[in-house]
């Protein structure tokens, strides 16, 4: 089968890690690439931590750089709601860092900037409104850019763009997130808390009801203090929760003298991810498709490695003479399985069943443990 012909192979929708390593990846692969995002400035809102493995970028091919490295990390400390902790300092053992703390803002215009300099078109403030497939094979993207309509054809539209994904409801694809999937996250970055290098993470439903509390290091002295909970936990919003934390908890004393520099919040699916992530002409990568780690709420590892596994294949897919239906557009879904996906699914039946336990000490003392050995080098699941 000879393609029609298009403006773009791919247009890719949401311009965050999983977007912009999608767009880089297939655009390596020989494929021409548009890059969207409704966003005037790349990164903007901050709705997480920006805690990122040096595994995790080292599989998508991106150095740390210290445009957008605020500090590394070497380690963990999990405490439990008493306050008893277990510390893992790697420095004992290597001198290279696990991983970084990121500004989101530059990290996000890093990715996206590899992205063109691979060879992709980015647009900014440009919204998707549709698409419409036609005879040829080829789907019409509708687009509103800088406020005035435009489209463009491409072979496949790629959704990244975040939970409650546009893309995915073009294709008939249920987004919806049940409420006691969805965490509530709010975090302060602050000045005077001291930092060793190490993410920190409180758990128990004293502090964090269906969550966790932590303190990351965020560079030149700074810190970022939050915590998320499930909704359907508590009657108490996470603000609430984050203000009791920072003024009753084991830590208090530590965190009198915190200066805040900046507020950020948002909600993080700790869902199961979508068994269906593709449709004619669409796939979904990143939060769209629900790549998020259920049990941790971290999906920046899992954007980029779901947005390079999504470029590759339809790189090698759009080589061929199959058509972009959704039975041959599953290849993508079944290779993400492989890859990611099932541990990820092993992941959320960790937590279900942590949350299925009626005692909330027995629940505490299951999901510190989970984390604690989640952070192990030797874990099964440290490639979530």
């Known amino acids: 089968m000879v393609r029609a012909k298009v403006d773009y192979d791919l247009v890719v929708v949401g311009s965050g890690p999983a977007g912009a390593t999608a767009a880089r990846t297939a655009v390596r692969g020989g494929l021409s690439v548009l890059l969207v995002d409704k966003k005037q400035e790349l990164g903007a809102p901050i709705q997480c931590s920006g805690a990122v493995s040096a595994n995790a970028l080292a599989g998508v091919d991106v150095a740390p750089a210290a445009e957008f490295v605020l500090e590394p990390v070497y380690g963990f400390v999990a405490y439990d709601a008493e306050g008893t902790a277990e510390t893992l300092d790697y420095r004992r053992y290597r001198d290279q860092p696990l991983g970084y703390v990121v500004d989101r803002r530059r990290f996000d215009r890093h990715l996206a900037g590899l992205a063109e300099q691979a060879g992709a078109e ?108 499930a909704r359907t936990m508590t009657e108490r919003d996470a603000r609430w929760h984050l203000d009791r934390f920072m003024t009753e908890s084991f830590l208090a004393d530590r965190l009198k003298g915190a200066r805040i520099i900046e507020v950020q919040g948002g909600g993080v699916p700790l869902a199961a991810p979508l068994k269906r992530q593709s449709a004619d002409h669409i796939v979904l990568v990143g939060d769209a498709a629900r790549h998020v780690n259920p049990i941790t709420g971290g999906g920046i590892h899992t954007a980029l490695r779901g947005g390079a596994i999504a470029g590759g294949f339809l790189a090698e897919f759009l080589a061929g003479d199959l058509p972009p239906t959704a039975a041959h557009l599953d290849g993508y879904h079944q290779r993400w399985l492989a890859e990611l996906g099932n541990t990820m699914w092993k992941l959320y039946g960790v937590k279900t069943g942590i949350f299925r336990e009626r005692d909330a000490a027995r629940r505490d003392a299951l999901l510190n443990e989970t984390m604690t050995n989640y952070f192990r080098p030797d874990s099964e699941f440290r490639k979530v």
């Open 122 to 229: 980015l647009w900014l403030k440009t919204e998707a409104v549709g698409h419409e497939p036609r005879p040829d094979g080829t789907t019409e993207v509708r687009l509103t850019r800088l406020g005035r309509p435009v489209s463009v054809t491409a072979h496949v539209v790629v959704g990244a763009d975040g939970v409650q994904s546009q893309v995915g409801r073009w294709a008939g694809i249920q987004t919806r997130i049940k409420l006691k999937e969805l965490a509530s996250c709010f975090q302060f970055v602050v000045e005077g808390v001291e930092t060793r290098g190490l993410l920190e993470i409180v758990t128990g439903e004293r502090w964090a009801p269906g969550g966790y509390a932590w303190i990351f290091p965020k560079g030149h002295g700074n810190a970022e203090v939050g915590l998320g909970v």
